[in-house]
């Protein structure tokens, strides 16, 4: 099941239909988020026959989504976004992926480019030696397996407790970096084997902590609202619930393959598994990746921890950095929605996907109740990342989501080749980027020229109506896995 571009109906610029109708199973459209070039991309891999595989899941309600950064993923593509009835739906843990709660947390500072630059090595230094990053990597925050429980049920909140954060870093979180529902006993003995030295660590792939400026300002009142201004030096934090979330989703896969036979599911692809939502399965999945999700907040939070003792260190006291907001990314989240004129209960599997919830709405700080949710999407390590605003399209036509990134244009293996990391390195530094990486492979991965161009991807997301720019992000200094 190859696409062809003639299969797809343009409704405009930005949108192309798949219909129902295209191929047997699938209980509703698939509509796919996307300029021409992007689509030529996109039409390059099987993403758009995993958007049309989603789109027979049981008790899908509305359409399954596909965005611009969209590319071929396990079960869902990355950046594949889709909502099951909570009743009558299925819970499929390949529509949040392995790294569950991979997300980014902006951190703007007190400092301007110019107080940075003569320092960014040093800085950049400081911050590779504090900030463990890779794969097997382990951190510094002491967590015994009786406490590990508490942080996969409470989340960020545990970290702040021991000294590692200021409370008012979790009024700017999603779910205020903790999901209700949590239940450690519901989480493998392996998984938190695998979670419990990680705390405060990076990881590799595309994870990363870049130092960043603000280039430039679209919307003045509502960057001001967040807490920016031109010049301003920032921090985009971007990493996950690293081993114990991986190991949640490959054990919970296991269950729902051996489960499907019994509830008369059938797919037309196993990466799909899937259980109903009211089964003890998907009780005890959903209580698992909260569990895990909560593991990334907390994760995230140590980071921040370790990240403000590098900046006073390196560049004094009045080094101050505060949380602009942290978003999640692979997730599955019970929310409320309008779908049709009719008000639904559904779980919106995110899987590469974020929130962009409009102003006013009951889930954003108080802070930014009139501006909207701070809407986070970086890009590669020598581009550009963006801040944009939530808007009410999106809550009317995507469950209030986005795009996560830029997304890949080329295979890990396809960006390695021919390429020399001296070579690399030197193009950055030559942009006035400094980058540090535990390995080769942490740097030739993820050379810029790997992923899709985000000004492209942000300008898709922008002329929809699903956000707003806000700002343009510049990099300073790299860290990578």
Known sequence: ???????????????????????????????????????????????????????????????????????????????????????????????????????????????????????????????????????????????????????????????????????????????????????????SDRAKQRGRTQLGTLGSGNHFLEVQYVEKILEPEIAEAFGLHVNQVVVLIHCGSRGLGHQVCTDFLKVMNEAMPRYSISLPDRQLACVPLRSPEAKECLAAMAAAANFAWANRQAITHFTRGAFRRICGDSAQLRVVYDVAHNMAKREHHRVEGEDREVVVHRKGATRSFPAGSPELPVAYKDAGQPVLIPGSMGTASWVLVGTDRAMEETFGTVCHGAGRAMSRTAAKRGRDVRTETKKLQDLGIILRSETRDGILEEIPEAYKDVDAVVDVVHNAGLARKVARLRPMGVIKG
Request: with cysteine; net charge negative; charged share 25%.
């Open 1 to 187: 099941m190859s696409m062809q571009k003639n299969q797809l109906r343009k409704l405009d610029r930005y949108r192309w239909l798949v219909p129902r109708s295209t191929h047997s199973g699938m209980h509703t459209d698939a509509l796919i988020y996307a300029d021409e070039q992007l689509l030529e991309n996109i039409l390059g891999d099987s993403s758009i026959e995993q958007a049309m595989n989603v789109a027979c899941l049981p008790g899908i309600v509305g359409r399954s989504l596909a965005m611009p950064d969209i590319h071929q993923g396990y079960g869902f593509p990355i950046g594949g976004v889709a909502a099951t009835d909570f009743h009558h739906g299925v819970i499929s843990p390949g529509g949040v992926g392995f790294d569950i709660n991979c997300g980014v947390r902006l951190l703007g500072s007190t400092l301007d480019r110019d107080d940075v630059t003569p320092k960014i090595r040093e800085l950049v230094n400081q911050l590779f030696r504090d900030v463990p990053a890779g794969t097997g990597s382990e951190g510094t925050v002491p967590c015994s397996f009786a406490e590990l429980d508490d942080v996969l049920e409470r989340g960020a909140s545990w970290v702040v407790e021991r000294g590692f954060g200021e409370a008012a870093d979790l009024e700017f979180c999603e779910e205020s970096g903790a999901m209700r529902g949590a239940d450690a006993g519901k989480v």
